[in-house]
């Protein structure tokens, strides 16, 4: 049994991530705010989920705490927020757009289709966007690989480390015009049970 822990950034959609882990089989989870992090007992989680949130990263309680904790023995999902703390975690900078977007859809080019994060994902997927911040892509550290991009504006929308099972993703999964959100779950949850095994 996988057990995930979610730090709940306090945004309103952590609890539709949370749905996708519950209709996940053999998953169990635990949602925590970053005032409650379960310092002592993180090696009781395979797999660490940093939901989506308002503000910057570095505003997030705990956020930036946590992957500084689990970093070298979790695999670790940031969505939105989570996707740009780990950016920053990892010495990538954020940059603010001109238009924000609150649930606009664009389609996504992968760049590297055959990676497991990305199994039976299309290569033109619709994705939910909601955010008024990106990672800033032109210097991103080589560490951080570029796996996916918007087709209608060209912004960074998913990356993962190269060497440990980090990933992240600008747009939200679990958003209702997001058409690969489960998918992306899934296969994130399979990675962190391969990751347990050895």
Not at 51 to 70: D, V, Y
Request: proline letters at 7%; one cysteine or more; hydrophobic letters at 40%.
């Amino acid at each position: 049994m996988l057990r995930v822990l979610v730090l709940d950034n306090r945004d309103s959609f952590v609890y539709n991530l949370v749905q996708l882990l519950r209709e996940a089989p053999n998953c169990r989870f635990d949602v925590v705010r970053g005032d409650a992090i379960p310092w002592g007992n993180l090696s009781d989680y395979q797999g660490i989920l940093l939901s989506p949130g308002p503000g910057l990263p570095s505003e997030a309680c705990g956020q930036m705490e946590l992957i500084q904790a689990a970093a070298a023995t979790h695999s670790i999902l940031g969505v939105c927020l989570g996707h740009q703390a780990l950016a920053e975690f990892f010495g990538g900078r954020l940059r603010r757009i001109e238009h924000p977007f609150h649930g606009h859809d664009s389609r996504i080019r992968l760049t590297e289709p055959d990676e497991p994060f990305w199994k039976g994902v299309p290569n033109d997927a619709v994705v939910g966007r909601y955010h008024s911040w990106v990672v800033e892509d032109t210097d991103l550290p080589d560490c951080l690989i570029p796996t996916a991009w918007s087709d209608d504006d060209g912004v960074l929308m998913a990356m993962r480390h190269k060497l440990l099972p980090h990933y992240g993703v600008q747009f939200h999964p679990e958003s209702i015009i997001s058409d690969c959100g489960e998918r992306l779950i899934r296969n994130w949850l399979d990675i962190a049970t391969q990751i347990r095994k050895t």
